[in-house]
């Protein structure tokens, strides 16, 4: 029988209010599905009867077991952690057996995406803070703050699907997006491993400071490395980046003179004299020039300033 005219799979979690971690597994289970060529719908009960005859039961039910793809977290009985120490929750255990599925295979994207978006889910779920803010006391807005708000209403099954919508386009191009970036940053640390160590490296291909700080900032051979010249992916300007202490930090090693930061066209031409120079960030971290030569020329300035 075609699969157009197969019976729709029932996805089955609670009803009335919904966090995070449920409308996060409807959206990866939903996905998984459609990669399959499979046609499901999604129901919202606490009806025993109805859960029972669920294809893929999440976040209700009591039961943990994927033979019977059945994953809630709520019972006695521990359904384990994730490897960090943070419980799963129902996001945490559908991503555990069909993300990596999502993720082609990839197991790199497979587990960045398991680090930034489904543990700090299953956390909040669990009740465990991540973060304090610092001496500013402001914090950052949380995804699941988010959909706090859009479930913030009667309706909660129509806010429900809101949800979902919001939540199944963001991973699908989270995972996207890191596929993508995983496959820039293995080709990266390749180029970069190839090229004679120093101060300064030119990497030919078109990039970006995001990309080129994960590939190469931990890398134990760039420790004398100050500032990485690269096209941009336009490959209209030549940047010259000045490279962090390590991946995880913004305090860098050499920033660019005190006497560029923040100016651009003519002035920063005539400050450092480089012609085609155009900007230069004040915090001190980056610059461009529209020609590679004149990137280069920078760089060896910044290095005697």
């Not at 019976?7 to 998984?32: E, I, P, Q």
């Amino acid at each position: 029988m075609l699969k157009w005219f197969s019976k729709k799979k029932k996805l089955v979690t609670h009803n009335g209010s919904f966090h995070a971690d449920d409308v996060f597994a409807a959206a990866t289970l939903s996905l998984w599905l459609e990669a399959r060529g499979e046609r499901y719908t999604i129901i919202r009960t606490r009806s025993e009867d109805i859960i029972e005859t669920g294809d893929y039961v999440f976040d209700v039910g009591h039961v943990y077991n994927h033979e019977s793809q059945r994953y809630d977290h709520h019972q006695r009985e521990n359904p384990g952690s994730h490897p960090s120490g943070i419980p799963y929750a129902a996001f945490g255990l559908v991503w555990k057996h069909y993300g990596y599925a999502l993720c082609d295979g990839d197991s790199q994207t497979f587990q960045d995406i398991n680090e930034s978006l489904v543990q700090p889910l299953d956390a909040s779920d669990n009740g465990i803070d991540l973060y304090q803010t610092n001496e500013y006391n402001v914090g950052p807005v949380i995804l699941q703050s988010v959909l706090h708000w859009i479930s913030d209403t009667d309706d909660k099954d129509q806010k429900f699907m809101a949800a979902y919508r919001l939540a199944k386009t963001l991973l699908k191009n989270v995972i996207n997006e890191r596929l993508e970036k995983n496959k820039a940053v293995s080709e990266i640390r390749s180029l970069y491993e190839n090229e004679e160590k120093g101060p300064i490296t030119i990497l030919e291909i078109p990039s970006n400071r995001h990309t080129i700080t994960e590939a190469i900032a931990n890398n134990p051979e760039s420790s004398d490395l100050l500032y990485v010249v690269y096209p941009d992916k336009e490959e209209t300007k030549w940047n010259i980046l000045a490279m962090p202490l390590h991946g995880g930090t913004f305090e860098l090693k050499k920033p660019f003179p005190e006497s560029w930061r923040g100016l651009q066209g003519e002035a920063l031409q005539e400050a450092s004299g480089i012609a085609t120079a155009q900007f230069c960030h004040k915090s001190g971290f980056w610059m461009f020039a529209t020609e590679k030569e004149d990137a280069m020329n920078l760089a060896k300035k910044a290095l005697e300033n």
